[in-house]
């Protein structure tokens, strides 16, 4: 604990977000360079997230299993354009009980091969289709440049795969699951996003299409938030994945694939946090609510205590916790649960027991703003209604900054201006020339082609030809 302020959000937005998790509790960097240790704080905060997506996933009719840490390399190296995309970061196992092993062993940056390679033993027949399993699990991947839940070389998260009798039914729950993480973001997370596909530069090794949520963070950088791969029959072919259809002819299968992961802390703590720290949605928040009891004297806190223990039994459906510490003062607990962005604080004095009365101080809206009193015998209904105000108006904050912030540049020399600070919306003719020469020279990317789209066509930003799809450029991380 440390009373110590953050650095400014405003003027060192990098600095206040490496400060921040790790003075909140979220996570640690380990002994071991890239890697992070997810604190309980942290993980309870992941724990909310599993559950609010895996909810999603079992209603639309996924079932969860277990597969390997280990892949042979061989596995990878059968989808050509997979190994090329994922060679520069493997880590790859040789010794195994002190003995070289005859085959080395890839340390799963993925699953697609290892799942594809059992898809194969169990599919036989249409009967056999759809399969529709998803895995929560851990990935490696060696990133040369790491930074806490953003980008790490080992990760948490959980990524679907299934296989289907048609192309039609595998990009339908390619978008079905795409949809789900968009409901899931907007939501739970309060975190606006735009759904839209990948362009071929950008898109996952070995997919036909990747669709995307991307969300704009505080610093005006996009941070992709979630992934639906369209695997069309390139994994089917590779790894044998056959079925005989109604007709008794054989049929590849068609295959996607779809993951999150713990990267979507980092898009909550960039969305909605501020200087004095953490903002979570209430849906999501490991506690929603924190009780302070103040006090200046033994007699005030007997007549104190019974109040707080009984608004502590009365929240029971809520995440509730009480902060009965002895030897802290109530505004340094104030400073430490904003710190940890905890939604809504009760505040619980003699006079509010005398009244019969609550505190309310929200956490989205410091201050004066955000205090307001509440009759005791109302306190849970009043709570309800308040973590959805929390919730609804974090987001409308967000998804403001976000459209103040997209801005849709007349030429070339306006969208590289746009891209200082803000997401440049514009037509793209398609070209990876086009694109690879804006990213040259500006350093932002295409974030995604958005499944919204204007009528008509326009010319591309860059070569001026005509264009179908209007696309985001963004700085990203
Ligand atoms: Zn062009």
């Known amino acids: 604990m440390s009373t110590e302020k953050l650095p400014s959000r405003s003027e060192n937005f990098a600095e206040w977000y490496n400060q921040l998790v790790v003075r909140a509790e979220l996570a640690d960097y380990a002994p071991v360079r890239g890697c992070m240790v997810v604190r309980p704080y942290g993980w309870a905060l992941w724990e909310n997230i599993q559950q609010a997506l895996d909810r999603r996933f079992k209603a639309t009719g996924h079932v969860n299993a277990a597969f390997p840490l280990f892949i042979p390399m061989s596995f990878l190296e059968k989808e050509k354009q997979h190994v090329e995309g994922f060679s520069p970061e493997l880590a790859v196992v040789t010794i195994g009980g002190g003995e070289k092993l005859e085959e080395p062993l890839v340390v799963r940056p993925t699953s697609e091969t290892i799942v594809g390679a059992m898809y194969s033993k169990w599919i036989k027949s249409y009967r056999d289709l759809p399969v529709l399993i998803n895995q929560w699990g851990n990935v490696v991947r060696w990133e040369m440049r790491t930074k806490l839940f953003l980008r790490t070389l080992e990760f948490y998260w959980q990524e679907g795969h299934t296989a289907h009798a048609t192309s ?237 912030n997209t801005h849709t540049p007349k030429n070339y020399a306006e969208l590289k201006e746009i891209i200082q600070n803000g997401w440049a919306l514009t037509w793209w003719c398609g070209s990876s020339d086009c694109e690879n020469k804006i990213k040259e020279e500006t350093k932002a990317t295409t974030r995604c082609i958005p499944l919204d789209q204007p009528a008509g066509t326009g010319a591309c930003i860059y070569c001026g030809s005509t264009s179908k799809e209007k696309v985001i450029f963004a700085r990203s991380y």
Do not use: C
Request: net charge negative; aromatic share 10%; no cysteine.
């Open 168 to 404: 039609q039914e595998a990009e339908e729950e390619t978008l079905r699951m795409l949809d789900a993480y968009a409901d899931f973001a907007v939501n739970d997370g309060a975190v606006p996003v735009v759904p839209g596909r990948k362009s071929n530069a950008e898109k996952f090794a070995g997919a036909v299409d990747s669709y995307t949520i991307e969300a704009m963070m505080g610093d005006t950088r996009a941070l992709q938030s979630g992934t639906s791969h369209f695997l069309g029959q390139n994994f089917a072919k590779a790894f044998d994945i056959k079925f005989l259809d109604k007709q008794n002819e054989l049929q590849y299968a068609w295959t996607t694939s779809w993951g999150l992961s713990t990267r979507f802390v980092g898009a909550i703590i960039m969305t909605h946090g501020d200087d004095k720290g953490l903002v979570l949605p209430p849906k999501l928040a490991p506690i929603q609510i924190v009780i302070v009891p103040i006090y200046r004297n033994d007699e005030e806190k007997s007549r104190v205590m019974p109040m707080v223990e009984w608004v502590q039994r009365e929240l029971n459906p809520f995440r509730v916790h009480a902060d009965t510490r002895e030897e802290l003062t109530p505004g340094f607990k104030y400073n430490d649960w904003e710190l940890r962005g905890v939604p809504l604080r009760i505040e619980i004095g003699p006079k509010d027991v005398e009244k019969g009365t609550a505190a309310f101080a929200r956490r989205d809206i410091l201050g004066k703003a955000g205090k307001s009193f509440v009759p005791a015998d109302q306190l849970a209904a009043q709570v309800a209604e308040m973590l959805q105000t929390i919730q609804a108006s974090m987001y409308e904050k967000a998804l403001a900054f976000r459209e103040n």
